[in-house]
């Protein structure tokens, strides 16, 4: 009768209720799931930090924040759970391990950034309905949601090139691991062997953390004057808000000197004098649109797989060069 299914009269409703409500009867939730066969929780597994955190880490509102919070309010409308573990993707067997156990307690999984094997994914796959967030678009065995990571990275160096005559660039690249990293990266390979008399002059491997923007940097700063970049494209904007940092440490005019562009479009990013110019990536729609699949695969575990790109903006700030009147965001394509 709690539950509205049993026929009763409304009188004795009534009163049943009343008596809950004196009493401040909750209904036992894990009885309820063993009845509906459901724990009414999905998992979301991401990437544990990779590098010492800086100030920018501690500052918040990175990746997988605005990820969560998208997932967060999917799951607020049906009153979901939410259980939240970080991985190491440099112990693969042991985030496999914990994979397994953290499978047994949800309904599904949200996995970020390609933490175990397609052979791992697989298995899991076949014990819980799995969704990646940022992962790789050929995963045959999970439904992926991602940025258009080439479109956003060809309209950074396109506006470097064509509207700044920025021709040496230096890449900081994130992490091999990471899906959007090995993507971004093909794609500015790509992108500036499209542009005549553009060249990359070297690239350093950074981790999607702010101190790889400051590592790199010194690398750079190591060089003979006549042999560094005017340009320096970041993967993420944590690695170009230290990247500036570090130039501007160094009395290395930004963007006069050299240019640098990131992408996410981080809020922290935007109050950096002068202001990141960067790709923004609907991060919190990201973890809308993979929430909403998974408790659709749930539901309906035979559905079609599903690979979705969202679209990515330009965001035309300062640190490229542009002025203050020429701020805007640029829909990619």
Known sequence: MVHGQDRVRPSTRARVLEVIEALGYVPDSAAQSMVRQRKEVIGLLAVESRSPDTDVEQQGLLFIEEVLRGVEASL?????????????DDDPAGAYRRMQK????????????????????????????VVLVA????????????????AGTRAAVG??????GRTRLFEIAGPPAAP???ERRSALEEAVAAHPGATLTGSFQGWFA?????????????????????????AND??????????????????????????????????????????????????????????????????????????AELVIRESCG???????????A
């Open 76 to 88: 607020g409308e049906i009153e979901w759970s939410l259980l939240i573990a970080l991985l190491r």
């Open 180 to 182: 959007d990293a090995r």
């Open 322 to 332: 542009c002025g203050p009147g020429e701020a805007g965001a640029v829909r990619t």
């Open 238 to 311: 944590q690695m170009a808000i230290g990247a500036i940092r570090e130039l501007q440490t160094a009395g290395v005019r930004v963007p006069a000197d050299m240019a640098v562009v990131g992408f996410d479009d981080m809020h922290a990013g935007a109050l950096l004098n002068p202001p990141l110019t960067t790709v923004r990536q609907p991060m919190r729609l990201l973890g809308e649109r993979a929430c909403a699949r998974l408790l659709q695969r749930i539901a309906q575990p035979a559905l079609p797989r599903h690979v979705e790109r969202l679209p």
């Open 159 to 164: 506006h470097l090139v064509e509207r700044h």
């Open 102 to 129: 953290i499978s047994a307690k949800v309904d599904g999984l949200l996995i970020a950034e390609g933490i175990v094997s397609s052979e791992h994914l697989a298995r899991v796959a076949a014990r819980v309905p």
């Open 135 to 150: 992962g790789s678009p050929g995963e045959p065995h999970a439904d992926v949601f991602g940025v258009d990571n080439r």
């Open 210 to 234: 702010a101190l790889s923007g400051q590592l790199a940097v010194r690398e750079i700063l190591a060089r003979p004057q006549r042999e560094r970049p005017d340009a320096i494209v970041c």
